[in-house]
């Protein structure tokens, strides 16, 4: 039997770099190998905990969302696509979760406490989104997940997830799967920076570059990306480190793009060694990144295109998606209703 994987994204804004890199690239790859049943959701009841006064937003957002995973080769016809908010199973689920998790164990998640304090709630915390954790574990155990791609930062949700898993099984009986981290081999792509050299790239920073981002756009936002503010002749020696353009070249440049469009250097190494001891400009580095980058997005607009004159295809994909999801979704719910003794008039 295969090895099941659930990811998603809220949809929030336009899909960008840092989720590319992060987890949809390795998506198409995991998909494409035969070897995982694969399922991505667009969490659009996770974007209401703290979007509930903008619902618009959330609705836009989802069309936007499911065109990027269209754009980067996520096919409907590998991966079981859905969305959340069309899967009510997974809102009882999360009902019953609830049960299993006090209010302390809630505001101890290093992730919650991070993102209560960026958001600037306070004490005025949505519910919804105090115990959206809760809700993801509805969403994982749904589908029998038993690996979550996530980054380091999602770590603690996942542990949280394994604590429901454990409690239910414990207390009524081996029923739940209990899911594993599946963690990105490359250091970098685990947390681009955004081009001000901020630590991660943001859609509510405008630090981004966006999968959709035309040719012309990528190239401003390239030109003005973060680099050395002591390299500030050619000759001066330059640091890579906390450098963004050279983070994304770490990230995107392969020796392929050095016989391409830089072949005289064999490598990242040795266009590194130059910037380091001076004599290479931050202009010419950028220009290299900016070629490397539109070597993966120039395919990734074009299926985007095809797919925004054919509106049609994409609606039936996510509405397909969700009912083949809610199928297996009902065949859990029905377990744990079992399990518990909620099952009164079978």
Request: charged residues 30%; glycine residues 6%.
């Amino acid at each position: 039997m295969k090895q099941v994987i659930l990811t998603g994204d809220r949809p929030t804004g336009k899909l960008h770099l840092g989720h590319y890199v992060g987890s949809l690239k390795n998506r198409v790859k995991l998909q494409n190998s035969g070897e995982y049943d694969v399922y991505v959701f667009i969490a659009d009841l996770q974007a209401l905990t703290d979007n509930a006064r903008n619902p618009e937003k959330i609705k836009n957002s989802l069309i936007e969302v499911a065109l990027d995973y269209l754009s980067v080769g996520l096919d409907p016809e590998k991966t079981t696509i859905f969305v959340q908010s069309q899967i009510p199973e997974l809102t009882e689920l999360t009902v019953h979760y609830l049960n299993l998790v006090t209010l302390a164990r809630l505001k101890r998640n290093p992730t919650i406490k991070t993102e209560i304090k960026e958001r600037g709630f306070g004490e005025a915390v949505p519910v919804g989104f105090l115990t959206y954790p809760i809700s993801q574990a509805a969403d994982i155990t749904a589908f029998n997940a038993n690996l979550v791609p996530v980054g380091e930062d999602q770590l603690p949700l996942i542990e949280q997830c394994k604590e429901i898993v454990r409690t239910f099984n414990a207390i009524y009986g081996e029923v739940l799967t209990e899911p594993e981290a599946m963690l990105a081999d490359n250091k970098v792509c685990m947390r681009l920076p955004g081009i001000d050299g901020k630590s991660k790239m943001s859609k509510s920073l405008g630090n981004c570059i966006y999968l959709s981002d035309d040719k012309e756009t990528v190239k401003n936002k390239v030109m003005r990306m973060y680099t050395d503010p002591n390299h500030i002749k050619v000759e001066d020696p330059g640091c890579v480190e906390d450098n963004a353009v050279f983070t994304y070249l770490d990230a995107f440049a392969l020796e392929e793009h050095f016989k391409k469009y830089l072949p005289e250097y064999k490598n990242l190494e040795e266009l590194k060694d130059h910037y380091r001891r001076g004599g290479l400009g931050d202009v010419k580095v950028k220009k290299f990144l900016i070629n490397v980058l539109e070597d993966i997005l120039e395919p990734i607009r074009e299926r985007r295109k095809y797919y925004e004159e054919h509106l049609d295809l994409v609606y039936d994909m996510l509405s397909l998606g969700s009912i083949k999801a809610r199928k297996v979704a009902q065949e859990t719910l029905k377990k744990v209703r079992g399990a518990i003794g909620l099952n009164y008039f079978d």
